[in-house]
């Protein structure tokens, strides 16, 4: 059974950085296009990053610059690195894995909640 758990949230101050880290397991992690996503208090999915088979990466325009994802194949470990957190980066994070850019997505992981706040 295909399963995603995140890890590595916590509440920081705006400024700061985080590391998540998505467990994969129970399907082959380097032929699955694995996305993060996220849900703010009061607000609907907003897609983070996704990085492709081969290694491109993608980020939406909040987030370029700051963040980074990256996989460890060996591992079969997804991460997302966040530097410079604002308050609006606050968030509930979601991981995924996909067939493509444009998804559809399969498997979600059950969430770790980031919260930015001095």
């Known amino acids: 059974q295909v399963q995603l758990v995140e890890s590595g949230g916590g509440l920081v101050q705006p400024g700061g950085s985080l590391r998540l880290s998505c467990a994969a397991s129970?399907?082959?992690?380097?032929?699955?296009?694995m996305y993060w996503v996220r849900q703010a208090p009061g607000k609907g999915l907003e897609w983070v990053s996704t990085?492709?088979?081969?290694?491109?990466?993608y980020y939406a325009e909040s987030v370029k610059g700051r963040f980074t994802i990256s996989g460890d194949n060996a591992t079969t470990t997804l991460y997302l690195q966040m530097n410079s957190l604002k308050s609006d980066d606050t968030a509930v994070y979601y991981c995924a894995n996909g067939p493509s850019q444009v998804g559809p997505f399969g498997s979600w992981g059950q969430g770790t909640q980031v919260t930015v706040s001095s």
């Open positions: 990085i492709s088979t081969d290694g491109r990466t």
């Open positions: 129970g399907f082959i992690f380097s032929t699955y296009w």
